[in-house]
C-alpha cells in the first residue's frame, strides 16, 4: 500500500519568513492533493497536482511535483498568522481507486506575528 | 454554493450506544466518501459511494459500521454498537463525476465515546 511521509512534523516560523513542506511518496503519485485544516474546521482544498515537474500557485502558496512524481514541496512565500494550520498532503493510488487518498500525517505550521 | 455539510458536528456516546453520523454532498455530486481520523493517526479512508453503489468499502474497520445512501443524494454512517476506539473525526468529501476533480471535505463529525 502506498505510505506518504510529510516533513517537517511541525514547523515554527517568524512572520514574513518563507517555509517548505515536503511531501514523499514510497509508490508514484498519481494525483497529488494539498489540504490545509485548521483545529476543529474541515480540511481546505489548496492545489491538486498530477503531471511529473508540475507547479501551482495560488496567492503566496506554490506547490511542485517532481519528475519522477514520488515527492512533492508546498512553499509559503513572506508567512503570515493567517497560513497557520495543519498542511495534509493526499494521494490517489492510481486507476480506478480514484478519490481514495492516502494522507500524510500532517504538519503543522505556527507563525509567530 | 453550498459545500460538504455534515451533521453532527460533535457527538458523545456512551459505549455500546448507537451514532448516526450525515453527510450531504455538494449538489450534482456523484462521489461521495468517508474517511476518519483517530487520535494520532492519519486520516484514513473509510468507503466511497457513486451515486447509490459502494465503489470501494475497503477501508471500513468492521461490522459494527454502516453506511448507506439511498437515492445517491446524503449518506450516513452508522455506528452500532460504538466501541471507545471509534473516537475520532469522521470526515465526509464529494467530487464530480471525473477522475481528477477535485475532492471537496466537509467540515467533519467528531464523535468521542465514553
Known amino acids: 500500500s502506498q505510505e506518504l511521509e510529510q516533513s517537517p512534523q511541525s514547523l515554527i516560523v517568524q512572520e514574513g519568513k518563507n517555509l517548505t513542506i515536503n511531501c514523499t511518496s514510497s509508490?508514484?503519485?498519481?494525483?497529488l492533493y494539498w489540504y490545509k485544516q485548521k483545529y476543529g474546521e474541515g480540511l481546505i482544498f489548496l492545489m491538486m497536482?498530477?503531471?511529473?515537474?508540475e507547479e501551482k500557485s495560488h496567492e503566496k502558496i506554490t506547490a511542485k511535483l517532481d519528475e519522477k512524481k514520488q515527492q512533492s514541496s508546498l512553499h509559503i512565500t513572506a508567512s503570515q498568522p493567517s497560513h497557520a494550520g495543519i498542511y495534509l498532503c493526499?494521494?490517489?493510488?492510481?486507476?480506478?481507486?480514484?478519490?481514495?487518498?492516502?494522507f500524510g500525517q500532517g504538519t503543522i505550521l505556527t507563525v509567530h506575528p | 454554493e453550498a459545500g460538504v455539510t455534515q451533521f453532527p458536528s460533535h457527538s458523545v456516546i456512551e459505549k455500546g450506544q448507537t451514532v448516526t453520523l450525515r453527510c450531504d454532498p455538494i449538489?450534482?455530486?456523484?462521489?461521495l466518501y468517508w474517511y476518519r481520523r483517530v487520535m494520532g493517526k492519519e486520516i484514513k479512508f473509510l468507503l466511497h459511494?457513486?451515486?447509490?453503489?459502494?465503489?470501494?468499502e475497503s477501508g471500513m474497520p468492521n461490522n459494527r459500521f454502516l453506511a448507506e445512501r439511498t437515492g445517491g443524494t446524503y449518506s450516513t454512517l452508522k455506528v452500532q454498537p460504538a466501541e471507545l476506539e471509534d473516537s475520532g473525526v469522521y470526515f465526509c468529501?464529494?467530487?464530480?463525476?471525473?477522475?481528477?476533480?477535485?475532492?471537496?471535505f466537509g467540515e467533519g463529525s467528531w464523535l468521542t465515546v465514553v
Open positions: 468529501a464529494s467530487s464530480p463525476g471525473r477522475p481528477g476533480n477535485t475532492i471537496y
Open positions: 509508490k508514484t503519485l498519481y494525483g
Open positions: 497536482l498530477q503531471k511529473g515537474g
Open positions: 493526499g494521494a490517489e493510488g492510481g486507476g480506478t481507486s480514484y478519490g481514495k487518498l492516502t
Open positions: 449538489s450534482g455530486h456523484d462521489n
Open positions: 459511494f457513486v451515486k447509490e453503489s459502494k465503489q470501494d
